[in-house]
């Protein structure tokens, strides 16, 4: 029996249950009682049921009780309100289904409460990806989507990391489309930038986060050949078509995809044009782009072989385009290693001198990976 008055036994409550394990199992007979509590005392009640929606089926059927689908309480209560959509979806799956339509639903007006949203969102559409076409398809998740680029560059740090977390649950499968609501938004070098850094994170982890379609990637091909190329999301989408052709980001049937589409005979027209201060580091991007694609589909080396003259070319040193020279070493390496002939080609091949620049410069490969990692300029040859 209660010696205090439900208003101050559910603060009590509230004050303890983060600290004392043991408090959720004994709350369990007043479970009723805090549901209740929803519409008297909200800021209280949601924080129990952020914790006590943990202990899964054994509190299923009170919780169920509470209908969600309630106007959202006002702050301070909205976070834990936020908190407990996530809890209950996590630890009650049938609940996910119920839970989904109040999530598309709810306004957000502060920082934390945008990264506990996208915390929401992303529990929910992990486990039913169909769920993400409602950034694409619905003009609330239109504008959400849009509203999420436009304050990418004022987030603090940590909305940054959740609203990569919901974006790498959400672009595989609809970049084309995303993509589409981000030019007609002016944000296309904005969404170029969060591609680039999901597939740098996913890379860094080992390939786990995150890993674009073959329909993502033949879009973003396609959007990135169309572009200018001394705009930044040229330079982006690029980066992000480089990181992508690492080995284990895309599987073997999905690599074609840069020979079918035409985009390595583009990308080595692009690197037979002059360079300038607009396009600084690109020639290092896209023979970078052209050594991953030879290493991990084979096909294109004999599109390599036919450029072999332009590969040669592309050892001198140029200021605006660091280590470009290194990794041609690393593309004639993989070419060799495919073709043997190239070895014979390139001994044919008449010799147009080297200066004592290019002489001096020394080539360091990481010894783990192969891959050029330092260069160090010498004054002596």
């Known amino acids: ?111 934390r409460q945008l990264r506990l949203y996208c915390l929401l969102l992303s529990t929910l559409i992990v486990p ?53 609501i981000a030019k007609a938004h002016g944000q296309e070098v904005v969404l170029m930038n969060y591609v680039e850094g999901l597939m740098e994170k996913s890379w860094q982890a080992d390939c786990r986060l995150f890993r674009l379609q073959k329909t993502d ?57 002059p360079s300038s201060p607009a396009t600084t580091g690109l020639k290092t991007l896209l023979v970078q782009l052209l050594c991953n694609t030879l290493e991990n589909c084979p096909k294109a080396a004999d599109l390599a072989l036919d450029h072999l003259y332009l590969l040669l070319s592309c050892t001198r040193i140029e200021g605006g385009n660091l280590y470009m020279r290194e990794w041609v070493v690393l593309v004639l390496k993989f070419l060799v290693g495919l073709k043997p002939e190239t070895e014979e080609r390139i001994r044919k091949l008449e010799i147009q001198g080297v200066s004592d620049e290019d002489r001096q410069a020394r080539v360091e490969l990481d010894a783990r990976t192969l891959r050029p990692k330092y260069t160090n300029f010498s004054s002596k040859p």
Not at 52 to 77: E, F, H, K, N
Not at 138 to 167: C, I, P, Q, R
Not at 218 to 239: E, N, P
Not at 249 to 265: D, N, Q, R, V
Request: proline share 8%; glycine share 4%; with cysteine.
């Open 217 to 273: 990637i033949t879009a973003l091909i396609v959007a990135v050949t169309a572009m200018d190329q001394s705009s930044s999301a040229f330079q982006l989408g690029m980066s992000a078509l480089e990181i992508s052709a690492r080995p284990g980001l895309l599987s073997p049937e999905t690599l074609p995809i840069y020979l079918e589409t035409g985009f390595l005979p583009f990308c080595w027209t692009t690197l037979a044009q």
């Open 1 to 111: 029996m209660l010696k205090k008055p439900p208003s101050y036994i559910m603060e009590e409550w509230a004050g303890r249950i983060a600290l004392e394990e043991g408090l959720k199992q004994e709350l369990l007979p007043h479970l009723d009682m805090i549901v209740a509590g929803t519409r008297t005392q909200p800021e209280f009640a949601y924080k129990l049921l952020k914790y006590l929606c943990t202990l899964g089926t054994a509190v299923q059927d009170s919780i169920r009780m509470l209908d969600v689908s309630l106007d959202p309480p006002p702050p301070p209560a909205f976070e834990h309100y936020l908190q407990f959509l996530n809890n209950f979806s996590i630890f009650n799956p049938a609940s996910q289904a119920l839970v989904w339509p109040v999530a598309q639903q709810l306004v957000i007006s502060t920082e």
């Open 128 to 180: 039913s990806p169909t769920r993400g076409d409602w950034f694409t398809d619905n003009e609330e998740g239109v504008a959400l989507f849009s509203y999420l680029l436009a304050k990418l560059e004022v987030m603090e740090d940590e909305t940054f990391e959740w609203v990569f977390v919901l974006m790498r649950s959400v672009l595989p499968g609809r970049l084309e489309q995303l993509m589409g």
